[in-house]
């Protein structure tokens, strides 16, 4: 729960750029990280993409269910996506199976916690240089 302007807030939203996909979430959320894989970096065009993790059924989408198109960008994992507009908004794993993770910048304004840790960060872009104290977590599976 944060509060803004005066009041408590609970439920966060969300959408795509065209707004067809809405979303929310109830607080708490689990986690936010930044994360430096290569295939968040090309799905979204940028250095980094900012996750916000939350339990699934704290998770509801709000509009265009029937809209939203999901890409299998691995073998376990898929990337939900509004047809569109283009906007990437979610990622859900079988490595996670009790989350979705959410692109924070599609939020519609701030979420109960702040970014926690840069994600795979042996993978990340030399051309980028973060001058923040989160930690930075390489690939677990790379040791």
Same mark, same amino acid.
């Given at each position: ?9 609970? &439920? ?10 809405? @979303? ?23 250095? @980094? &993409? ?30 939900? @996506? ?24 599609? @939020? ?9 840790? $840069? ?9 980028? $240089? ?14």
């Amino acid at each position: 729960m944060i509060k803004t302007g005066g009041r408590i807030v609970s &439920v966060f939203s969300g959408s795509c750029l065209c707004r067809t996909v809405r @979303f929310e979430v109830e607080a708490p959320t689990l986690w936010v990280a930044h994360c430096h894989c290569t295939m968040c970096r090309r799905a979204h065009g940028a250095a @980094f &993409v900012s996750w916000v993790g939350a339990a699934v059924e704290r998770f509801r989408l709000t509009a265009g269910e029937d809209e939203l198109r999901w890409y299998a960008s691995s073998e376990d994992s898929e990337r939900g @996506f509004c047809p569109r507009c283009g906007s990437t908004l979610f990622f859900r794993s079988k490595r996670w199976p009790m989350e979705v993770h959410a692109v924070l910048a599609n @939020f519609d304004g701030e979420i109960d916690r702040d970014p926690q840790a $840069h994600v795979y960060t042996d993978t990340a872009v030399d051309w980028v $240089h973060l001058g923040d104290s989160l930690p930075r977590k390489p690939d677990p599976a790379r040791g």
